[in-house]
């Protein structure tokens, strides 16, 4: 069994969170970590019962109001709509009253109460022994979740049990609108809240069934929501079917004797469009519960742990020597997989549909954290992805148009594809985002070589990001390609020339363009592609400037970077931690103070740009000016820290990354989880401590394990095969589970992996250099192993 | 007499500017023009009988309405609070009937009209000739002032006289509070209006006085406003008194014969603070009208005529050989005289009190445009300018600790003295504005020697500024002294490292505060100033960094401007100017285009830092980057080109600078004159043509004219004394009007000047170079003299 913890706080177990207090105070952080989503739908974890709640959610992809951005000096360009995810109809609430009491565990007492988030059934359970203020007896047991086979739907099977003799039990199952919810402090990262958003359309109820239908006030999006109901009691029930604008709401009362059970399995489906009528999205709604009906409850179980256990076999990731560590691997794993499954047509967002954070939006952190995890996972999820960038292609170019550039301009943050940026420096100017994009997009066609998506979606992508950096870049009195004015993944420096990072992206971007039209030259004509663009994107590849420190021997983040003043880390107090909430940006801006990782990322995605010697050098130039305010920097410093040999420094930043939202590192879970974070912790495992890179689609690996850590392994898809990395302390085992032989690499040594046929190669010694120091203050909390639970 | 134009507009005339048609589309733009001011309370020339109107405006200095600045993405240091010049009580207004018929201009005709504001008598004259739609003629001249010499004072003569026969008149003289007025488009620039802003605290009126007095909403300034009146008429008139809340009025009714006037004489009176009592301000407006009744009508003329004969006998410039260009430097030399004259120790506002253009917010344009010109002919206004810099000390101070800074950072917009900015980028960076300060400052103190504002104000703004410096600089690995992350005058470069003006100005400014520290030891100690402070100053002013291109031999505008991109001046169509409107500040930030003089304004503010060599080259490289979207830059082009011997383009520009708002150059002279652009056309004619220079205190003269010109005479004030320069064809004459000799140099030769004892020297070879180009469409038009009116 698994070992508790002293104070309230996650069990550590290798498939499943759980929680077994009732800490009110913490129900808003677990709301998020409890949170069920495939990727279409997502259910916060609240508890049926609708209170007591911490900020309860339930999020469509894609489904958001418009708000107005204000400005108090405007200027061309700025977008003047913002987008922010709404929090519609609520389908999860059963409420429950016993004797006439209703349950609410901030009354009476609940001396055995657990949640558990089970990794591998793909649920959320609940188990609640409750006394009411008057002494009365319930048992409580929940099992709910949003089902990945079947993606309009979610379900909740309940189940209420009189302990201490009979009871009359009164459940009212609802469909929830408009639920008011708490605003938020003025932190700029805190999304903005919106109330009441919805307007009622339609509402229709009868025996078990019930449907709400509503639009969005200002960007006029249409949604449906339907409930439908299986009750199993002892005796007879009596039912009432009530709906009205914002509640549709089942009642079912009956008498129970103790020992036996009411029980009640609640089907819920969501329908939302841009383009379809409320008839026909109620019509979709009705037909999803149908096929749930269909499948039943245990038919839905049965698909969600088929489908899980199919992830599972492409995609765990299993490590001895860190029980937590473990727990939080998987966790990781499950969360992204809910974030990205069946997201289909629409993004995923920074914090999947787990919470209001960031207004809903997708990011940069998409392409660049997310997609290899689903990549080399479940490529369909990332195709998918993919799919979505691309079906905003028009509103791309048409910003890139406004913006004076050619080809496409993809936003800084977004629902629909159009620019929310409020801010330009950090926003707009922050151009990286597109050769992300066109680097998901090479990292995909490489690892399945689709040929289709290559011909529908992928070689578009990549020609109309290369002919953004074409426009964007110039050619100075040197001959050299210099891309000046632009803001790389550091947001304490902005407005830079020739940020590192994003000169060899676009130079990789370029590249790829190129290459891929070559290689496909009529599907190129019809792009408007012709040998004198791609031999600009060439020449303006050869030609990128690299910015060059020759004094220090490392690489600037950006033009001018190594010259400019060092931050006074020494006089910066703890608590004025994140520094943008506690300094203005002028000062920022200008000093060497570096939120995330920026240039130490692009020695991961472009490692190929830089020698061994390069890379340790700026390790150790950049790691003691790297605050890590941003979630997406301990995932990237453990790899580099890997690569150059620091390996216990890699460890700290590995579990840094895995447990950021477990641990509520940076006070913010219950706005949502931090998603990129999350598949960072896939990163640290596969490209960290496994060294896998896969420059121009070339898959490599380096495996190194830390010291504290016995073993790890990994499985992953390329090319429509699944291989297995085995790595010990002094060796790795390579096994292809199935598909074609894989030609690859360990440490620089080439193999070939073939059916049956592993391969163990003994791990070479790791470089020895000097570990480097973090700012005062900032170095992650030295790692000690979390013991297998006994 | 005046030749008239064919087409309406301003009449050219030496010493006056009058306007003959009754068009009202260019309402909004002559009341601007025909505005009157004395720095502390401001009139727009709105007619007297209210309607038709343009924009009307009554604005006192320093009363302002507080409004939240909105951010789409806030951040830390932002300011919350806006603040908005109010348009107050308006006591401009007697509204006229004429037999039951209100005189309105948009009704039957006007034969004849004009209105003329007089430089020499500091009024504005209306002369109208009215046929009512039933055909009833009357004739009403009015003269208005606001009193150089009464501060709180305006006053309006006013004379109705029936021309066709007796007729009832009946006159109602208003005070009129919240005034709707229209809102403006959505141009960044153009400033928020605020509606119903005051809240009346109190209203009285008996006889011929009435008296209102209110407070505003938000930032809680109390005023008060009172009107008092001599009526003359022939026979019998009736009055009556009304007052209510937002409304004073004094109805006067009368017989009047045909050829007989009725006669009325209002004198209005402002007062206003943060911290007076309603019942204080009242008794101090009942106190100014007491005195202006004393004075009487004429006596108000007669003292108004005094002070401006001292004041172009201090400062005129006469220009023989266009007399358009003679009109429109005494326009210019007469309104920032009214925008400074009486100030004190409140701030110079962009617009002075003409117009609620930028909010009514001073910028670092009053200390670098503005001061120079006062500073030489009214010293005691510079001196009230900068004694408000001081006042505001603690507010700068306070900025400086927000921003992470010693000594003081001044704002980039303000009424009161607290940053307005919203978009730090074009504001917090700008830090230039403290060195501007101190410039003004050391200017000041070298033209004066004003050893009492230096012991109580100016060492101290030398010292707290020159801390600023110390501070936002750094030494580099080479020990050069950096100032990154900042941005100049040019507003189409922004947040960049070493910008040269910036560098360039920061180092006289230390050095200025180290030398006055040093010969006045022991303020310096009551300021805190030790050697090693001194020496720290020193130190850094001697290691600045002065970024310099090798290749091109000319200096970087900042640190990589040369390596940037060119615009796309060939590309860019003359309807996307100003560019600012049509482009997003990404791209304008990171390309070769200027929008003002910023390298080019160093080289006449530090001329002391450049070779001739240096400003040739530099002059040719950035002439065909300017694009002059700003109204700061064609005075200060002037300057530099005549320096380098373009001087039919300085003739240019100088017409440029000084018609700009009597041509309605930038399309918003009806928000208010551009103050610093018009003080601008003195700094043509006077550094420019007369090739003044002041650095270190040393003044210097180098004077040659354009070709167009016959003769250009100024006169200025230094160290107490009156020199008088005028410069003809091949020759230039110093005068010493009277005062202690001064020690000057003409052309590098050094010359004493002394009274009875002028000095004709004749004028050097203009150098050699070709002229410059400017971007296409934005070279200045080509000047043709104006001839001489016949």
Redesign the interface.
């Known amino acids: 069994m698994t070992a508790a913890r002293q104070l309230p706080g996650y069990e550590v177990a290798p498939w499943e969170l759980r929680w077994r207090w009732l800490d009110l105070d913490a129900l808003r952080k677990t709301e998020s970590t409890f949170a069920l989503s495939n990727g279409h739908i997502g259910f916060r974890g609240s508890f049926e019962e609708g209170e007591p709640r911490g900020l309860p959610g339930t999020y469509l992809n894609g489904f958001y109001e418009r708000r107005p951005?204000?400005?108090?000096?405007?200027?061309?360009?700025?977008p003047e709509d913002?987008q922010t995810v709404v929090n519609v109809t609520d389908g999860k609430i059963i409420r429950l009253l016993v004797e006439d009491e209703p349950v609410d565990m901030r009354y009476g007492s609940a001396p055995n109460h657990e949640r558990v988030l089970d990794f591998r059934s793909g649920t959320l359970r609940r188990h609640t022994e409750w006394i009411s203020p008057t002494g009365r007896q319930v048992r409580i047991t929940s099992e709910r979740l949003v089902s990945f086979t079947q993606r309009a739907i979610g379900a909740i099977h309940y189940e209420v049990e009189p302990l201490d003799g009979p009871a009359q039990l009164v459940v009212q199952s609802e469909l929830l609108a408009n639920e008011p919810i708490e605003r938020e402090t003025?932190d700029?990262r805190v999304a903005a809240v919106l109330e009441n958003a919805l307007v009622s359309d339609f509402h229709t109820g009868a025996e078990y069934h019930a449907a709400l239908a509503h639009h969005t006030r200002r960007s006029g999006l249409r949604m449906a929501a339907a409930m439908d109901h299986e009750i199993d009691a002892p005796g007879d029930v009596w039912t009432e079917n009530h709906t009205s604008d914002d509640l549709g709401r089942l009642t079912v009362a009956a008498e129970v004797p103790r020992g036996q059970k009411l029980r009640l399995t609640k089907y819920v489906a969501y329908g939302w469009s841009s383009q379809r009528s409320t008839q026909a999205l109620l019509s979709q709604v009705n037909a999803a519960l149908a096929g749930a009906r269909l499948s039943g409850w245990q038919g839905l179980l049965d698909e969600q742990r088929a489908f899980l256990d199919d992830f599972w076999d492409s995609a765990d990731v299993e490590i001895d020597g860190d029980a937590e560590l473990q727990q939080a691997v998987r966790f990781a794993l499950f969360h992204v997989l809910q974030a990205g499954a069946r997201g289909e047509t629409r993004a995923i967002p920074a914090k999947g549909l787990t919470g209001p954070g960031y207004d809903g939006h997708a990011f940069w952190d998409t392409e660049t954290f997310v997609l290899p995890l689903l990549t080399y996972t479940v490529p369909d999820a990332a195709r998918n992805a993919l799919q979505w960038r691309h079906s905003t292609l028009d509103k791309a170019r048409k910003r890139a148009v406004?913006?004076?550039q050619a080809g496409a301009a993809f936003p800084w943050r977004s629902i629909n594809g159009e620019e929310c940026?409020?801010?330009?420096?950090a926003g707009?100017?922050a151009f990286h985002v597109n050769a992300d994009v066109a680097d998901a997009t090479a990292r995909y066609l490489a690892a399945t070589g689709d040929k289709e998506f290559e011909a529908q979606y992928g070689l578009e992508l990549l020609v109309e990001t290369a002919r953004l950096w074409s426009s964007l870049g110039?050619h100075?009195?040197h001959g050299r390609f210099?891309i000046?004015?632009?803001t790389g993944p550091d947001e304490y420096t902005?407005?830079v020339?020739n940020n590192t990072y994003t000169n060899l992206m676009a130079q990789r971007n370029l590249r790829e363009a190129a290459t891929r039209c070559e290689m496909r030259p009529e599907l190129a004509r019809e792009l408007g592609v012709d040998e004198e663009e791609t031999a600009r994107w060439r020449d303006a590849a050869d030609r990128m400037v690299v910015p060059w420190d020759d004094?220090l021997q490392v690489h600037p983040q950006s033009?001018?970077f190594t010259?400019?003043?060092y931050w006074d880390f020494a006089g910066t107090p703890p608590e004025n931690y994140p520094l943008?909430?506690?300094?203005?940006?002028?000062?920022l801006?200008?000093?060497q103070v570096i939120k995330q990782a920026d240039l130490v990322l692009a020695m991961w995605l472009r490692g190929d740009a830089f020698t061994p010697e390069q890379k340790a050098r700026n390790v150790a130039y950049y790691e003691p000016l790297t605050v890590r305010d941003s979630s997406l920097s301990s995932c990237i410093q453990a790899v580099l820290n890997a690569e150059v040999g620091h390996l216990e420094l890699a460890y700290d930043y590995f579990a840094e990354a895995a447990l950021a939202d477990l641990h509520d590192l940076y006070h913010n879970v219950h706005q949502g989880l931090h998603i990129a974070s999350l598949a960072g912790s896939w990163i640290v495992a596969v490209a960290g401590f496994g060294g896998m890179r896969d420059h121009g689609g070339k898959l490599t690996f380096a495996p190194r394990l830390p010291p504290e850590l016995g073993r790890i392994a990994f499985r992953m898809c390329f090319a429509g095969s699944r291989i297995c990395v085995t790595i010990r302390r002094d060796e790795v085992t390579y096994q292809l589970v199935r598909g074609e032989p894989v030609h690859t690499s360990h440490h620089g040594e080439a193999i070939a992996l073939k059916e049956g046929e592993p391969v163990t190669l003994p791990i070479p010694p790791a470089p020895q250099h000097v570990p480097p120091r973090q700012p005062a203050g900032r170095a992650p909390a030295r790692r000690r192993p979390y013991p297998v639970p006994s």
Chains 1, 2 share one sequence.
């Open positions: 951005l204000p400005y108090a000096e405007a200027g061309y360009g700025y913002g003025d700029p406004q913006l004076g940026s409020g801010y330009w420096p707009t100017a110039h100075d009195a210099r000046d004015g632009v902005a407005i020339d004094m033009e001018g010259r400019h003043a943008l909430l506690h300094y203005p940006y002028f000062d801006y200008r000093k």
